[in-house]
């Protein structure tokens, strides 16, 4: 068993299924969903509600707003880069398709064709993890060169004008809109899934296990690969440091008390 296995779960145990390892827990559940996975989904998730928290509470409080969109900085690379070399099911290759792949997928998934069954995230849902990883991408890029023409500045607010700076500022107000209503659809989703198709998705994003019988032998996963992950968090802390060090330097003047 690879590092990472017993934190996944303690009662963990290999099965040999002819060519293939297979992880398998004492209750009869595969592992399909990492735990550095899981971690950047419910920080990411922490992150964005934090994010707004801090904007929307008042001047004291943008210094932490500010912080949020530097932390963010490093989830984002870190999904990035777990997205291409993470197990199974966390990389990109796993869950992106092409139109027809959807299509087909929406139509078993209303009634009107044969039910399409995906183990990791399944075609749509994919499509909603791009989507998602993208608006707060554009958020945090914008507020990089943002300002609240009061003290608080992005690092990068020196290196534009003041009208691209309160451009920017605009867009990065507004785009949060589009964070608001991704996140509505993946929560009406969620629930969909609950309620209507008795499919319960949060469990097994928090432990990281499906029952057996919904996961083939081939396609679960043997350990969250934490060595791996720690790698790329050294590399993300790095990527940040790059980032931040690049910014325009800011006269001691400036009432910029971050």
């Known amino acids: 068993m690879r590092a990472g296995a017993?934190?996944?779960?303690?009662?963990?145990?290999?099965?040999?299924?002819?060519?293939?390892t297979v992880v398998v827990d004492a209750s009869g559940k595969r592992l399909v969903w990492d735990l550095p996975l899981r971690a950047f989904h419910w920080l990411f998730a922490?992150?964005?509600l934090a994010s707004w928290a801090t904007a929307t509470a008042g001047f004291n409080w943008m210094?932490?707003?500010?912080?949020?969109?530097?932390?963010?900085?490093?989830?984002l690379s870190f999904r990035v880069i777990w997205g291409f070399v993470g197990p199974r099911h966390a990389r990109f290759t796993s869950f992106l398709s092409g139109p027809r792949t959807m299509w087909r997928y929406a139509k078993g998934l209303t009634g009107r064709?044969?039910?399409?069954?995906?183990?990791?995230?399944?075609?749509?849902?994919?499509?909603?993890?791009?989507?998602?990883?993208?608006?707060?991408?554009?958020?945090?890029s914008t507020g990089l060169f943002a300002t609240d023409d009061i003290a608080?500045?992005?690092?990068?607010?020196?290196?534009?004008?003041?009208?691209?700076?309160?451009y920017l500022t605009r867009l990065h107000h507004l785009n949060f809109n589009l964070i608001w209503a991704a996140i509505a659809l993946h929560v009406g989703a969620i629930a969909y899934y609950d309620f209507i198709k008795r499919q319960h998705l949060v469990p097994a994003m928090v432990t990281g296990w499906k029952p057996a019988e919904a996961v083939p032998e081939g396609q679960a996963i043997k350990s969250s690969e934490l060595v791996k992950a720690l790698i790329v968090m050294v590399v993300c802390v790095g990527i940040v440091y790059a980032v931040l060090s690049g910014a325009p330097h800011v006269s001691p003047t400036s009432l910029n008390f971050d």
Do not use: C
């Open 6 to 20: 017993a934190l996944d779960a303690p009662r963990a145990a290999s099965v040999d299924a002819g060519a293939t």
């Open 46 to 48: 922490a992150s964005i």
């Open 63 to 75: 210094q932490w707003h500010i912080r949020l969109g530097k932390w963010m900085i490093g989830l």
């Open 113 to 140: 064709g044969e039910p399409v069954h995906t183990v990791g995230h399944n075609p749509l849902g994919g499509v909603m993890v791009i989507i998602m990883l993208l608006l707060v991408a554009f958020q945090v």
């Open 152 to 166: 608080w500045q992005g690092p990068y607010y020196p290196a534009v004008s003041s009208a691209t700076a309160h």
